[in-house]
C-alpha cells in the first residue's frame, strides 16, 4: 500500500513540476542550456561520443509529432461551414502560438539532448542492472538456505526510494540548470543498488 502511494504522489509531483518548468522559463533559456551543456560534453566525452549525442537529439526532435499548419484565408469564407472552419483555425492558432507552448517545445529539446546523452551510458548500465540482480537473486537464495530472515521493511524502501529516484531523473532530464555529466549515470547506479537490495530481500508468499 505504501508504494503505491508513493507512486501516486512522486508522479503526480512530477507531473506538476515538468509543467510548471516551461511557464517558469523562457525557450531561450531552455535552448541556452543545451549550448552549455554540449559545450561540457565535449571536453567531458571522447571519441566522437559528444557528436552522437548531438545527432542522437537532432533524430529526437525532428521525429516528434508537428501539428499540422492552420491554414487562415484572408478571403471571406463562401459557405456557413467554411466560417466556422476558419473560426477553429483562429482558435488554434490562438492556443497553439503562444510563450508557453514554445516553451515546452524548448523543454523537449533539452530533454531530448539529455536523454541522448543517457542513451550513451545504456551498455554498461545494462551489465550493471545485470551484475546487480544476478547478485541479489544469489544473496537471496543463500539467506533461503540458511534461514535468514527477508527483511520486507527494506524490500517496500527500496521500491519506494527507487520510485522517487526514477521521477527526480525525469525531473533532472528537463530542468534547466547545469549538470555534470555523470549525475544522470549517478542515478543508475543508485537504481541498481536499491534494486539489488530489493531482490535480496525479498520473499515470497
Request: proline letters at 6%; aromatic letters at 8%; one cysteine or more.
Amino acid at each position: 500500500m505504501i508504494i503505491r502511494i508513493v507512486a501516486a504522489v512522486s508522479l503526480c509531483l512530477m507531473l506538476v513540476l515538468v509543467l510548471y518548468l516551461p511557464a517558469a522559463y523562457t525557450t531561450a533559456q531552455f535552448l541556452q542550456q543545451i549550448r552549455v551543456e554540449h559545450a561540457v560534453c565535449t571536453q567531458y566525452w571522447e571519441g566522437g561520443a559528444a557528436a552522437r549525442i548531438l545527432e542522437r537529439t537532432f533524430a529526437f526532435v525532428e521525429s516528434k509529432p508537428t501539428r499540422a499548419p492552420l491554414i487562415i484565408q484572408d478571403k471571406p469564407p463562401a459557405s456557413p461551414s467554411a466560417a466556422v472552419t476558419l473560426e477553429v483555425a483562429k482558435v488554434g492558432t490562438r492556443m497553439f502560438d503562444n510563450a508557453y507552448i514554445r516553451s515546452l517545445n524548448g523543454l523537449f529539446a533539452l530533454g531530448a539532448y539529455r536523454l541522448a546523452t543517457l542513451i550513451e551510458w545504456l551498455p554498461p548500465f545494462g551489465i550493471l542492472l545485470g551484475a546487480a540482480s544476478i547478485d541479489g537473486i544469489i544473496r537471496r537464495s543463500v539467506k533461503k538456505h540458511e534461514f535468514m530472515r527477508h527483511s520486507p521493511e527494506i524490500v517496500s524502501l527500496s521500491a519506494c526510494l527507487m520510485i522517487m529516484t526514477a521521477c527526480a531523473m525525469v525531473l533532472m532530464l528537463v530542468i534547466p540548470w547545469t549538470q555534470h555529466p555523470a549525475v544522470l549515470p549517478a542515478m543508475f547506479v543508485l537504481i541498481s543498488i536499491l534494486m539489488n537490495l530489493g531482490i535480496a530481500n525479498y520473499a515470497k508468499a
